[in-house]
């Protein structure tokens, strides 16, 4: 039987399917697929669309205008450096309330609360269109240092996290494509407890302007350094800082074992986020750069991600199988950690919150753009240092 000799049996036999009992529709339904070799369950759509009006989609309804949400959502994900939608459903509480004196354009009080009530899940589905990958990998300028790798204990055992001032150290090199000649680096200080992290520059990487540049973050942290740990360069491993640390603050020093990137991951996170997504690869081999550098790492810098941009921390990881199953924090700032830490003193904390109660995290952003861009300058026109080394 042709094709539309089919179809028109078809269309002739709904009317009556639907005037029948249900034995006799279970017949019809069995003729059908014994004569025309019809799936069952094609018929029974087939003949039940004629009194369904239209599709009615599963699941709750909307509760969202995405179409008045995905403006300020997307600015503010901008503004917190395309941050991940776990950490920014923390972040919105903390950015929207100076949204409406940075953007012309004042929220509704609907789209504010949508803003603070918006899942994780809706903000990845929403942004998903959006969202830009980048992939980028750079030269390693570590090397190792011989001397003093014997006086120096590696770290075996696990440091009290749950009190701040156990530090993590290392370098990012701002060579570009070749490690050759003189350049920047920047020298990188995450606390593990709080993520509290200072990074500040320094040209080359001699021991001398290194440990400038440590004393520099340890003056400016909100609790004392009790542990360094670092990894096996050069930069690190030195009598100076072996003995301003060892003796004169007596602080626990030690080092990660050689060639395992992961004894030192919190601070090797922290020099993708903090430094790369900041800087980038290019080759900065202007002397002048290094206090531009400096300027904005120990300002804006370090107020914007100290202050405003929540990090996760792992709770627990199971294996299970081959595969592990980790569980991580709620997400705070390290400001947060701080202020709920009872390790820290009061009079610190009180003028953490002066300091926090006078920023704002999008003019922060826009300071920080102004002055990359005027560091930037100096990359491409390629000037060189005036200064004598």
Known sequence: MKNLDKKADLESMRY?????????????????CDLFGYNRKYLL??????????????????????????????????????????????????WLPFYD???NKPLSDNIKQQLL????????????????KYKKHGLVGTRPGYLLKNQIPIKTDHWDVTTPGFMEADTVAHCGNSIAGD????????DICT??????????????????????????????????????????????????????????????RPYRKNDNAHVEQKNWTHVRNLFGYDRFDNLL??????????????????????????????????????????????????????SIDIAIKERLEQ?????????????????????FNYVTTNKKPHAKI
């Open 45 to 94: 759509q087939f003949f039940n669309c004629l009194t369904r009006k239209k599709y009615i989609a599963r699941g709750s309804k909307r509760k969202y205008d995405s179409k008045q949400l995905l403006r300020p959502l997307q600015n503010i994900w901008l503004a917190t450096d395309q941050m991940c939608s776990k950490k920014l459903k923390v972040a919105i509480p903390q």
């Open 289 to 342: 750069l290094v206090d531009l550098m400096n300027d904005l790492y120990s300002n804006e810098w370090s107020l914007y991600q100290n202050h405003f941009i929540p990090t996760l921390k792992l709770l627990e990881k199971e294996k299970i199988n081959s595969k592990y199953r980790r569980k991580y924090e709620q997400p705070k700032t390290p400001y947060q950690r701080i202020i709920e830490s009872s």
């Open 101 to 103: 004196t940075v953007y």
């Open 183 to 190: 350049y920047v680096w920047s020298i990188t200080l995450t």
């Open 355 to 375: 300091i926090h109660e006078q920023l704002n995290p999008f003019l922060l952003k826009k300071t920080i753009e102004k002055k990359l861009q005027q560091i």
């Open 16 to 32: 009556k399917y639907h005037d029948v009992s249900k034995v006799e529709k279970s017949k019809i339904l069995d003729e059908l």
């Open 117 to 132: 009530q918006i899942s994780p899940a809706t903000i990845d589905r929403l942004l998903k269109p959006h969202k830009a």
């Open 195 to 256: 993520c509290w992290t200072e990074i500040r520059a320094t040209w080359n990487k001699g021991s001398t302007g290194v440990m400038e540049q440590i004393k520099n973050i340890e003056n400016s942290l909100p609790f004392p350094i009790l542990g360094f740990d670092c990894d096996n360069g050069s930069e690190f491993l030195n009598w100076h800082l072996i003995h301003y640390f060892t003796q004169e603050k007596q602080v626990q020093f030690t080092r990660s």
